[in-house]
């Protein structure tokens, strides 16, 4: 397993070994004690599964109270993945990556506690499963505008996505209600 830092501190990328032949392949998506050694969260609560098509976006989408710290891949196609750090106080604040992940990669993305979460579908369909740190709580369920330009994701999109009533709906984070934001450590 290979793990790499990106440009924003605390979200990796994670290359799991595959193991292939004729037959197909394997490989290990999650182990408590290897992730906890390469400095990943080691206590996940709860897992997700989606399935969109093509066109799709799902996000900006965060926690807050009670985080959720996310580690994500694709099961099946291809999506765009994206984290925005919205910690108040960060030195990073507002920004973004975002990258790549299929089922052909096999890459993971570790999204920490404190940023915003969402996803294009680039392929036809695509499966998309992720750990969460912390239980979902529809209380503290908050939504972030995908096209926010003051945070200014390229996402590679040939028209308009589909979205939720609640990510069309969604704010821009500079009117964002601070004490809403999680704090910076």
């Known amino acids: 397993m290979k793990v790499e830092q990106t440009s924003l501190p605390g979200v990796m990328l994670i290359s799991p070994k595959v193991f292939g032949d004729a037959r ?10 290897r992730y ?3 400095g990943l969260p080691a206590d996940f609560v709860q897992d997700n599964l989606s399935f969109s098509r093509k066109g799709i976006l799902r996000g900006l989408h965060f926690q807050n109270p009670r985080p959720q710290g996310k580690l994500v891949q694709v ?3 291809e999506v ?10 960060s030195p990073q604040f507002g920004r973004w990556f975002g990258t790549v992940l299929s089922a052909e990669n096999h890459l993971q993305m570790y999204v920490p506690e404190g940023f915003a979460h969402g996803f294009c579908v680039l392929s036809e369909a695509a499966m ?13 369920d908050c939504s972030l505008r995908w096209d ?14 589909e979205l939720s009533a609640k990510d069309r709906d969604a704010m821009l984070l500079r009117d964002f209600p601070q004490d809403r934001l999680p704090a910076y450590p």
């Open 128 to 140: 998309f499963a992720y750990k969460c740190t912390e239980y979902y709580q529809p209380s503290a």
């Open 148 to 161: 926010d330009p003051d945070i200014g994701i390229d996402w590679p999109l040939a028209s308009a996505p």
């Open 36 to 38: 906890q050694d390469a």
């Open 80 to 89: 765009f993945d994206v984290a925005v750090d919205i910690r108040r106080g």
């Open 24 to 33: 197909g392949y394997f490989k290990e998506t999650w182990s408590r004690q």
């Open 75 to 77: 099961l099946q196609g």
